[in-house]
T-cell receptor, first 116, second 113 residues
Framework: KAGVTQTPRYLIKTRGQQVTLSCSPI?????VSWYQQTPGQGLQFLFE???????NKGNFPGRFSGRQFSNSRSEMNVSTLELGDSALYLC???????????????FGPGTRLTVL | KNQVEQSPQSLIILEGKNCTLQ??????????LRWYKQDTGRGPVSLTI?????NTKSNGRYTATLDADTKQSSLHITASQLSDSASYICVVSANPPGNQFYFGTGTSLTVIP
């Protein structure tokens, strides 16, 4: 069974631009969660989608948004990029909603975003 | 305030030795606690998931313990191998009003020959 895939793996953008990241979950998984990871802040939760609905959201500004399609694939969008948005963006998929202990999360390799 | 603190921040051990990583949390109400291993440049991989009623859970050479009364967890690695060199992250999930995750900043483990 293929794992979680994320595209692109690396991205370089300039301030003010917008970016869209893509995540394909493991087949059969209906939940996709997004995380930001930086050396200073560690892992931070962005949002979770389950069956095309946002189920939970972290404390990030409205510039960060996402969506999930009927095939469970998910995209994350960041508008008006800032230097501080440079980070590794990880997505994770699970069968059901990620907070429940029985739903193990499987992470993708991440997208490394650099904002210049 | 809901927080997760891990110690030590970094650790260097000799191959073959055992080690224990600590995770203290103040998250309430508690749902479950997870340990992840993250190799450099890769996404985290789940090691264990424990609920309130579980005290110990093993995954090969990794054994996690949970004391819900003192809000402490530990991850014990037995007979370390070079491939254990990674960052180990403790994550606590709270439940209402929706699933919330609280992350530790991780322990960086280096195993040397």
């Amino acid at each position: 069974k293929a794992g979680v895939t994320q595209t692109p793996r690396y991205l370089i953008k300039t301030r003010g631009q917008q970016v869209t990241l893509s995540c394909s979950p493991i087949s059969g998984h209906r939940s996709v969660s997004w995380y930001q990871q930086t050396p200073g802040q560690g892992l931070q939760f962005l949002f979770e989608y389950f069956s095309e609905t946002q189920r939970n959201k972290g404390n990030f500004p409205g510039r960060f948004s996402g969506r999930q399609f009927s095939n469970s694939r998910s995209e994350m969008n960041v508008s008006t990029l800032e230097l501080g948005d440079s980070a590794l963006y990880l997505c994770a998929s699970s069968l059901g909603t990620s907070g429940r202990a029985r739903n193990e999360q499987f992470f993708g390799p991440g997208t490394r975003l650099t904002v210049l | 305030k809901n927080q997760v603190e891990q110690s030590p921040q970094s650790l260097i051990i000799l191959e073959g030795k055992n080690c224990t990583l600590q995770c203290n949390y103040t998250v309430s109400p508690f749902s479950n606690l997870r340990w992840y291993k993250q190799d450099t440049g890769r996404g985290p991989v789940s090691l264990t998931i424990m609920t309130f009623s579980e005290n110990t859970k093993s995954n090969g050479r990794y054994t996690a313990t949970l004391d819900a009364d003192t809000k402490q967890s530990s991850l014990h690695i037995t007979a370390s191998q070079l491939s254990d060199s990674a960052s180990y992250i403790c994550v606590v999930s709270a439940n209402p009003p929706g699933n919330q995750f609280y992350f530790g900043t991780g322990t960086s483990l280096t195993v040397i020959p």
